[in-house]
């Protein structure tokens, strides 16, 4: 049975859209944030190492039912960064 996936239709500061795949959701300080990546519809790999991939975190708010995803400011990415590296990586391993 085929894992659905969460698709967002993003558009970038040059109105550009681009598809990213949600990673997962994760929660630091209260705040909902998303870890993204570029979505690629031709790689069906369950554990995709086609290539590495640029990872992006997004800020998700609410707005009624709907999720609006937005930047995070920049004195807070690299705190985020740590909290996604402390949530996926165990300080003696690879990937857990």
Same mark, same amino acid.
């Given at each position: 049975m085929e894992e @659905?996936?969460?698709?967002?239709?993003?558009v970038d500061e040059d109105g550009e859209e681009i598809e990213m795949e949600v990673l997962d959701y994760? *929660? *630091? +300080?209260d705040q909902e944030y998303a870890?993204?990546?570029?979505? +690629? &519809?031709d790689c069906q790999c !369950? %554990? /995709? %190492? /086609? #290539? @590495?991939k640029e990872l992006y975190i997004l800020k998700v708010v609410l707005? #009624?039912?709907? +999720? @609006?995803? !937005?930047?995070v400011e920049e004195d807070m990415m690299e705190t985020l960064i740590q909290a996604v @590296?402390?949530? *996926? *990586? %165990? !300080? %003696?391993? +690879? &990937?857990v």
């Amino acid at each position: 049975m085929e894992e @659905e996936r969460d698709i967002l239709v993003l558009v970038d500061e040059d109105g550009e859209e681009i598809e990213m795949e949600v990673l997962d959701y994760f *929660y *630091y +300080e209260d705040q909902e944030y998303a870890l993204l990546t570029s979505y +690629e &519809e031709d790689c069906q790999c !369950q %554990d /995709c %190492d /086609c #290539g @590495e991939k640029e990872l992006y975190i997004l800020k998700v708010v609410l707005d #009624g039912d709907m +999720e @609006e995803f !937005q930047p995070v400011e920049e004195d807070m990415m690299e705190t985020l960064i740590q909290a996604v @590296e402390a949530l *996926y *990586y %165990d !300080q %003696d391993d +690879e &990937e857990v």
